[in-house]
């Protein structure tokens, strides 16, 4: 799972870098009113809301854009209506990939899809949402920690984290998608400071790509995340972390 974790953090980088963009406000304006639409508009009560305004305002994006985006969830503001799809298949080298895209116009948004992996020598289609596994993720900033590594596990297994990892100057806490909420909610509460909480697709085995391959497979997945519909792209690749970070 290295690999999509790294990827994650890239991503997440790129979105401040790019706050300038308009694509990048789009996207998460379009979460935003997904979020708010599948349950309480108010972000204290809807975890997935509240994580899609934290990356938001991360990006800069402006107060009243996210304002807006909840009106047009609660029906207060007119606006387009989006739907959530997963579609499955395989990138380059035979590895197992998932993408989330939130869409108005279905056809465009799979045509899209289809164009970008077979571009890159991959196929859309076929199934391996069974390669995943759907948890809680937590993502701390291991500086910011004052607690050692075992301590800080002692501390949150009662709080029903199953696994904890170290990667890339963070710590990353699993547990089951409903526990997510309450989890944070105790963290926070032991005043533990939080980069991220969300729900991931997290691939069970993983496949190796190193030189070349590693290279078109980052370029993949750079061409996916920049389609306009395309929110998340989980897959089960694992590139050591010295060459994600020279490739991106």
Same mark, same amino acid.
């Given at each position: 799972?290295?690999?999509?974790?790294?990827?994650?953090?890239?991503?997440?980088?790129?979105?401040?870098?790019?706050?300038?963009?308009?694509?990048?406000?789009?996207?998460? *304006?379009? %979460?935003?009113?997904? &979020? @708010?639409?599948?349950?309480?508009? #108010?972000? !204290?009560?809807? /975890?997935?809301? +509240?994580? *899609?305004? %934290?990356?938001?305002? &991360? @990006?800069?994006?402006?107060?009243? #854009?996210? !304002?807006?985006? /909840?009106?047009? +969830?609660?029906?207060?503001?007119?606006?387009?209506?989006?739907?959530?799809?997963?579609?499955?298949?395989?990138?380059?080298?035979?590895? +197992?990939?998932?993408?989330?895209?939130?869409?108005?116009?279905?056809?465009?948004?799979?045509?899209?899809?289809?164009?970008?992996?077979?571009?890159?020598?991959?196929?859309?289609?076929?199934?391996?949402?069974?390669?995943?596994?759907?948890?809680?993720?937590?993502?701390?900033?291991?500086?910011?920690?004052?607690?050692?590594?075992?301590?800080?596990?002692?501390?949150?297994?009662?709080?029903?984290?199953?696994?904890?990892?170290?990667?890339?100057?963070?710590?990353?806490?699993?547990?089951?998608?409903?526990?997510?909420?309450?989890?944070?909610?105790?963290?926070?509460?032991?005043?533990?400071?939080?980069?991220?909480?969300?729900?991931?697709?997290?691939?069970?085995?993983?496949?190796?790509?190193?030189?070349?391959?590693?290279?078109?497979?980052?370029?993949?997945?750079?061409?996916?995340?920049?389609?306009?519909?395309?929110?998340?792209?989980?897959?089960?690749?694992?590139?050591?972390?010295?060459?994600?970070?020279?490739?991106?």
């Amino acid at each position: 799972m290295a690999g999509h974790s790294k990827w994650a953090n890239i991503k997440y980088r790129k979105e401040r870098q790019d706050a300038a963009k308009m694509k990048i406000f789009s996207k998460l *304006a379009k %979460e935003i009113t997904l &979020a @708010a639409k599948a349950g309480s508009p #108010n972000p !204290e009560q809807n /975890i997935a809301l +509240a994580n *899609a305004i %934290e990356r938001a305002r &991360a @990006a800069n994006v402006p107060k009243e #854009n996210i !304002e807006r985006a /909840i009106k047009r +969830a609660t029906g207060e503001l007119p606006g387009t209506q989006y739907e959530e799809i997963f579609y499955e298949g395989y990138g380059p080298y035979g590895v +197992a990939v998932m993408v989330r895209v939130v869409t108005d116009n279905r056809n465009r948004a799979v045509s899209e899809i289809r164009r970008i992996f077979e571009q890159y020598g991959g196929n859309l289609g076929g199934s391996v949402a069974w390669l995943f596994t759907r948890r809680g993720v937590i993502t701390l900033d291991k500086k910011k920690i004052a607690q050692e590594r075992d301590e800080l596990l002692m501390n949150v297994i009662d709080l029903g984290v199953e696994d904890l990892q170290e990667k890339d100057g963070e710590i990353e806490l699993y547990c089951e998608p409903a526990q997510l909420k309450a989890v944070r909610e105790a963290l926070e509460r032991q005043a533990v400071p939080i980069e991220r909480a969300e729900t991931q697709l997290v691939p069970q085995n993983t496949v190796r790509l190193v030189g070349a391959e590693a290279e078109k497979f980052l370029k993949f997945m750079s061409a996916l995340d920049d389609q306009e519909d395309v929110q998340d792209v989980y897959a089960n690749f694992d590139i050591p972390e010295d060459v994600m970070d020279r490739l991106s």
